[in-house]
């Protein structure tokens, strides 16, 4: 297993929102389970006025909201944060920056190891990297320089070739780190484990035995405060661009020839490579864009889409897409891939359907039980298996019952969050969970002609919230026969479900 080695962390965007519900809480979890290196620092730089002690207060009292705190640790690990305000965009302060890490690099004895992690917003993803190396902060000469890069990673295709090529004059693919938070989801990784390391699954993983595939990334709450973000970006880009097609090429890869950072991402990237483009008639019949209008859940008035702050009245972003995709190789020949994604949907849940297809000759009267392999990502993360049994009593009737396992019922072991899995994998030096360049650029590559689309006169279907989405998306399944799963917030529940 590498070793952590002592090392400085640089959070740009310090004062910002991901810095202070994710980056801080995970980096505190992994102190107290103490999985971070002997000796450790995290400067925060941003352009706000603090000094040490008042970022240190912020932090804590951010922390504090959270009852299962323990002051002393937290007292402690707020001994490991710094503070440097200068202004990001300007290459003068950098300096301010390179003289502070010698000082923190002296005292504690870091060696010159440094993860510049970027959590801004995305138009410095290329300016920070480029005063960096002004100031020779991206030489390895003396300790290791590693840059994180947070989504999005361009906002399309072009955008993403170019942020690469301006990234590369000054770092190069090895120090590069692109974060997509799923792959730090235990059960996303899972579902390797899941596929190569047992001999039942994989002689059925094709097209011979699986009928349609299903992902499902759906989230009850709307926008929030991100409206503005939102906005440029819809759920294609948020949500559908990165995290899902990710869990697509965890279910649709080949096994790689080992489990290291090289032979798992040539096989993303290959599958990704996969992904058969789509055509004016695919973008026409295979694609449902929506988005929520008000209406009234549970006796609350959910507010319209485009009523959100920060979101213009005649917006047309999409905050629902529903997908088919088919993905052109010897495996998955004539597999439908159904992926939906969504703000206020009726619950939040991430989860893949694998439909195998029915026995070839129907032995019983009744209707041949659906097999199906639910692999829950989130909540009550966990697998379940449906299969048909005989119904207790005279004849040969069918009953469909299922066997699940749920993560929960393995006390022991707590799960660590995607950001804690992946924080620790960057001080590892370790690139398995982060997505290669050829990969990012694959994704774009495939949704580009959505994006062209949505240029033209599209439609846009409207969805109440607390809906599984526009009831277009149920004819997207429905005109090839099957239905879309309605997942609950608990795995093994199917007929009801929890607002
Ligand atoms: C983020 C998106 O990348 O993922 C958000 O920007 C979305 O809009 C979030 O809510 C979903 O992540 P998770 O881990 O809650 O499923």
Redesign the pocket.
Known sequence: MPVIDNSCIVIFGASGDLTHRMLIPALYHLYIDQKLPTSFAILGVSRSVYNDQTFRNKLITNMKSDKNIDNDLLNKFCEHLFYQAIDTSDVNDYKLLKERLALINADLQLNNNTLFYLATPPNLYSVIPQHLAAVGLNKETDGWKRLVVE?PFGCDLESAISLDSSLYRHFNEQQIYRID??LG?ETVQNMLVLRFANSIFEPLWNSKYIDYIEVT?A?A?G?EQ?GGY?DG?GAMR??LQ??LLQVIAMVAMEPPAVINAKSMRDEVVKVLQCLKPLSQSDLENNLVLGQYIQSHVRGKCLPAYREEKGVPHNSRTETYVGLKLFINNWRWDGVPFYLRTG?RLPT?V?EVVIHFKKTPHPVFSAAAPENKLIIRI?PDEGILLGFGLKQPGSGFETKEVAMDFHYSELQETELLT?YERLLLDLMKGDATLFARSDAVRACWDFVQPILDYKKQSFPLYGYASGTWGPIEAEKLLNQDKHQWRSPCKNLTDTDYCEL
């Open positions: 989504k938070h799923y989801k990334g989230e709450l926008v991100r939102y970006s948020d949500m990165n995290h703000k939040r991430t989130q995607a």
